[in-house]
């Protein structure tokens, strides 16, 4: 009977046991509750800096547009600046007319898509489509920071 208490304790028993299991599986779910929405906003801040991007490569087909066939004249018609729309770049190929959006996939409007100078030759502004973003921000490449809402507290 001894000798069979003995064989019961040298045997090696293999696997987990149900506890270990369930122990593994609530840590994995604690970080995928943690991780899960700071990947979302990873995400979300990818494509705005994405979006600003496309803004530069605006502005930059714009600055090349004006020296090359404006001659670097700034002032447009009306001695206040110069708009470079969209369309303006795509007909003299300074930019392609599949030109999207990263963030919606959108394709850039002609008209309401446009970089705008002041008479010095500044930029002021690049709106793509429905977005505007200002000089600073196409400069940092960087999209404006999100602001959150504070949560209300109870007290």
Do not use: C
Request: hydrophobic letters at 40%.
């Amino acid at each position: 009977m001894l000798k069979k208490m003995m064989k019961r304790l040298k045997k090696e028993e293999k696997g987990f046991t149900l506890i270990e299991l369930l122990a593994v599986i609530v840590i994995l779910a604690v970080i995928a509750v943690i991780a899960v929405p700071l990947i979302g906003k990873i995400i979300d801040n990818t494509k705005q800096d994405a979006d600003v991007a496309t803004a530069q490569q605006l502005y930059d087909a714009a600055r090349l547009y004006v020296t090359g066939e404006l001659d670097g004249d700034f002032n447009g018609s009306s001695n206040n600046g110069l708009d470079v729309t969209f369309q303006n770049l795509v007909s003299a190929g300074y930019i392609a007319a599949n030109t999207s959006l990263p963030s919606t996939k959108a394709q850039l409007d002609n008209t309401s898509s446009k970089v705008t100078f002041n008479a010095a030759g500044d930029l002021q502004s690049v709106t793509l489509n429905t977005k505007s973003y200002t000089a600073a921000q196409i400069k940092d490449g960087k999209a404006p920071a999100a602001t959150s809402t504070p949560t209300p507290t109870a007290t």
